[in-house]
């Protein structure tokens, strides 16, 4: 991976952004620790399809978590036909309470009784108490946050990002992902406070 220094000031400190390929993007998100906090910028949606199905079969089959897709530029129906095509049962592990998959418009809507908090959030918080009810190790939460973008919720999405810290006190695993052209919309500085409020940016070549 090269270091690429946009919007870092070469702190060790502080977060990072590399340029790295896909096998080297996949494994670095495989080998993050619970409670990283990081950040993927894909190139296309082929890119995507890839990372949410081998970032599933880890979660599902070698990590034993319960694994939380929320998408935005593939209908649910979809994402379940291509986790299907790729040897995962995506509807027996819905049933088991294992795999969760989430449209991006609703996951990022104000809950309705919590109207300070997104569903995203009310739902995460409550699988986290689930973990050791359905002994799970943890929660990897893989989320396209194209919405904000595509719906021009530009200060939405800051302060739902700024909120966020690097690294989370519980066994989750947050990776915030956004096509290439979505985080291109943003502004420098957008995009500087965006990173640093992820321990590590990975953007993909």
């Known amino acids: 991976m090269k270091s ?28 993050s620790n619970y409670g990283d906090h990081n ?31 929320v998408t935005y530029y593939q209908q649910v129906s979809t994402v379940r036909k291509k986790l299907h095509l790729s040897g995962i049962d995506a509807v027996r592990y819905e049933n088991e309470g294992m795999l969760v998959i989430l449209d991006s418009e609703t996951a990022y809507q104000p809950n309705l009784e919590e109207s300070a908090k997104y569903n995203i959030i009310i ?18 939460l893989l989320s396209d946050l194209g919405t904000f973008i595509l719906n021009n919720r530009i200060a939405d ?16 695993r947050p990776l ?26 990975l953007i993909v070549t």
């Open 123 to 140: 739902l995460t918080t409550m699988l986290t108490k689930q973990v050791r009810a359905l002994d799970k190790k943890g929660i990897t």
């Open 39 to 69: 950040l993927v910028v894909y190139p296309c949606m082929g890119q995507f399809e890839e990372f949410y199905v081998e970032c599933c079969k880890d979660s599902l089959l070698e990590r034993s978590e319960i694994f939380i897709l």
């Open 4 to 31: 690429h220094n946009g919007f870092s000031t070469g702190n060790k400190d502080e977060y990072r952004i590399v340029n790295a390929d896909p096998v080297t993007a996949l494994n670095t998100i495989k080998a």
């Open 157 to 172: 999405l800051l302060s739902h990002e700024l909120s966020m810290p690097t690294r989370f006190d519980s066994n989750i």
């Open 176 to 201: 915030c992902f956004y096509h290439n052209d979505d985080f291109n919309v943003l502004r420098e500085e957008e995009k500087r406070r965006i990173c640093s409020h992820h321990l590590n940016n």
